[in-house]
């Protein structure tokens, strides 16, 4: 559920997001060619981890956190004064301000950037794109050097 500065926000509900990933290079000689197998793993393992979860937003100044017993527990929080009680397995608190296309796209960049620089010295920039729909979502670039 999406939040807004005035404290108002989005009924709880789904998406099944798209991610893309595209990389602005350097050199696109054979020798500097990037291993795409550790990206594509990267990703995979991360939208394996989301997959089926409620995203909250763990920096959202409208999220509070009233109990939270751990795994095989519950988790009760508010967001915006109203109240949510759930499995504490089917929820994943992420350190973002809200959950929104722009933030999940901010995120997953950040994350990826410091596994890509770690493959190849080729790559100049991310780009993350997170769609809730086909044509409607948002990116987040990053300079990598």
């Given at each position: ?8 926000k ?16 350097a ?11 550790g990206?594509?793993?990267?990703l ?7 997959k ?24 009760e ?9 759930m499995?504490r397995e089917d ?18 960049a ?20 997170i ?15």
């Amino acid at each position: 559920m999406t939040v807004f500065p005035d404290g108002k926000k989005e009924r709880l509900h789904g998406h099944n997001y798209t991610v893309a990933v595209a990389l602005d290079v350097a050199s696109v000689e054979l020798a500097a060619m990037i291993p795409f197998a550790g990206i594509k793993e990267s990703l995979e393992a991360l939208c394996q981890g989301w997959k089926e979860h409620v995203l909250l937003a763990e920096r959202c100044p409208f999220l509070k956190i009233v109990r939270d017993e751990g795994e095989g527990g519950e988790l009760e929080l508010t967001v915006c004064g109203k109240r949510y009680v759930m499995p504490r397995e089917d929820a994943l608190l992420l350190p973002i301000d809200n959950v929104s296309v722009e933030a999940l796209a901010a995120h997953i960049a950040g994350i990826l950037s410091e596994r890509i620089a770690a493959l190849s010295s080729n790559v100049l920039a991310i780009e993350v794109t997170i769609e809730e729909v086909p044509g409607q979502g948002a990116s987040c670039a990053l300079a990598l050097r």
